[in-house]
């Protein structure tokens, strides 16, 4: 009895795949900065180990990079509000602001939309971008 052999039309799954790249880190972070300090210490020489006062100012440097991280959070988060505030504040004020046509126009402000990253004012039934407004009249 003869045996024939079954040929696959299609590659079995993992012979021929590549492994999963990825992409370089572009931004320095905290958990970065811990596997740096980490791999230092795994790979340190044990007759001449790591100065203590190098390793304090580096992590010392990683609380201090960790702060301004979490400050530039806060001061975003702060620039949000303030937008929003803003935005609010308009409602029922005259502003002005350059309509689609180029012409420099004029309205009522009578809501607001925080949909996007940026408040939108809704003037003369035209959502506007609150940062392309260009005036505030009484």
Known sequence: MTITPVE???PAAGLTSTAPTTAPK???DGNMFMNLLVTQLKNQDPSSPMDTNAMIGQ???LAEMQKLTDLSATST???SLQMR????ALIGKTVSYTGPDGAAATGTATSVSYAGSTPQVTVNGTSIALDALTGVHQ
């Open 8 to 10: 696959s039309t299609t």
């Open 26 to 28: 572009q931004v320095m």
């Open 59 to 61: 992590t010392t440097q």
């Open 77 to 79: 988060q702060d620039f």
């Open 85 to 88: 505030s803003a935005a609010a």
